[in-house]
């Protein structure tokens, strides 16, 4: 038996972690959960992520418009964050060929190629692909209201860990939305503005009970394998 495979896309703050969890805890069925916020925080080490100081090698943040340092930023990666993300992505498709069912919430953006490796390590797999989306106004209020609550790495960054990451996290945001949600291909979308978790979840498995997503399919067409 295959598993299900089902990936849950959205910025910070569009409420896909809780989802995630959520739809794993309800669910009578074996779902494995992976998570990006633990996948960067917990798997990649510190030092090759975008705070770390050998980012350039891993994930690094740079200026949107090199002539503008100081303005907004967005992401690329180095060797080892595309193998990283590659890595990720070929777990899922793995633990699916095994037999278990995995939910991924996931930063699914095509610049970087994210999600162009993510359709083709997932091919001959039946994946639904999930979209949470408030508005750009929505997020930014929620993440102001969020506590910095993980552990930070002092030793890498200096005692003014927090302020730093606040600030790079604030200049990355703009990029991220645009980024995360360029992609217009979609099984399912939701706006978690308008709808709480229990109702996104009570989405999400409809959808699933309708049979597997085709976006993947049509994603796979949109960009041949390179």
């Given at each position: 038996m295959i598993g299900q495979v089902l990936i849950v896309t959205g910025t910070s703050?569009?409420?896909k972690s809780t989802a995630c969890e959520?739809?794993?805890?309800r669910s009578d069925?074996?779902?494995l959960l992976y998570g990006i916020d633990h996948f960067l925080s917990g798997t990649l080490p510190a030092k090759f992520g975008?705070?770390?100081p050998r980012a350039r090698?891993?994930?690094y943040a740079h200026p949107?418009?090199?002539a503008d340092p100081d303005g907004p930023l967005r992401w690329s990666f180095g060797p080892k964050g595309e193998a990283a993300f590659r890595t990720l992505h070929g777990w899922v498709a793995t633990a699916a060929r095994e037999g278990c069912n995995i939910v991924l919430d996931h930063l699914a953006m095509t610049d970087p190629p994210v999600l162009q490796d993510l359709i083709w390590q997932l091919e001959g797999l039946p994946v639904t692909f999930v979209c949470l989306k408030p508005s750009y106004e929505v997020l930014s209020a929620r993440i102001a209201n969020r506590t910095m609550d993980k552990p930070m790495p002092v030793d890498l960054l200096g005692e003014d860990v927090v302020k730093k990451i606040i600030d790079r996290l604030d200049r990355l945001r703009p990029w991220f939305y645009e980024a995360v949600y360029a992609n217009d291909i979609y099984?399912?979308?939701i706006d978690t503005?308008?709808?709480g978790p229990e109702a996104v979840v009570g989405m999400i498995e409809a959808r699933l009970g309708e049979g597997p997503g085709t976006a993947f399919g049509q994603l796979r067409d949109r960009y041949p394998r390179g």
């Amino acid at each position: 038996m295959i598993g299900q495979v089902l990936i849950v896309t959205g910025t910070s703050g569009s409420g896909k972690s809780t989802a995630c969890e959520l739809f794993a805890k309800r669910s009578d069925d074996f779902w494995l959960l992976y998570g990006i916020d633990h996948f960067l925080s917990g798997t990649l080490p510190a030092k090759f992520g975008h705070h770390g100081p050998r980012a350039r090698e891993g994930i690094y943040a740079h200026p949107v418009d090199e002539a503008d340092p100081d303005g907004p930023l967005r992401w690329s990666f180095g060797p080892k964050g595309e193998a990283a993300f590659r890595t990720l992505h070929g777990w899922v498709a793995t633990a699916a060929r095994e037999g278990c069912n995995i939910v991924l919430d996931h930063l699914a953006m095509t610049d970087p190629p994210v999600l162009q490796d993510l359709i083709w390590q997932l091919e001959g797999l039946p994946v639904t692909f999930v979209c949470l989306k408030p508005s750009y106004e929505v997020l930014s209020a929620r993440i102001a209201n969020r506590t910095m609550d993980k552990p930070m790495p002092v030793d890498l960054l200096g005692e003014d860990v927090v302020k730093k990451i606040i600030d790079r996290l604030d200049r990355l945001r703009p990029w991220f939305y645009e980024a995360v949600y360029a992609n217009d291909i979609y099984d399912l979308v939701i706006d978690t503005e308008a709808h709480g978790p229990e109702a996104v979840v009570g989405m999400i498995e409809a959808r699933l009970g309708e049979g597997p997503g085709t976006a993947f399919g049509q994603l796979r067409d949109r960009y041949p394998r390179g």
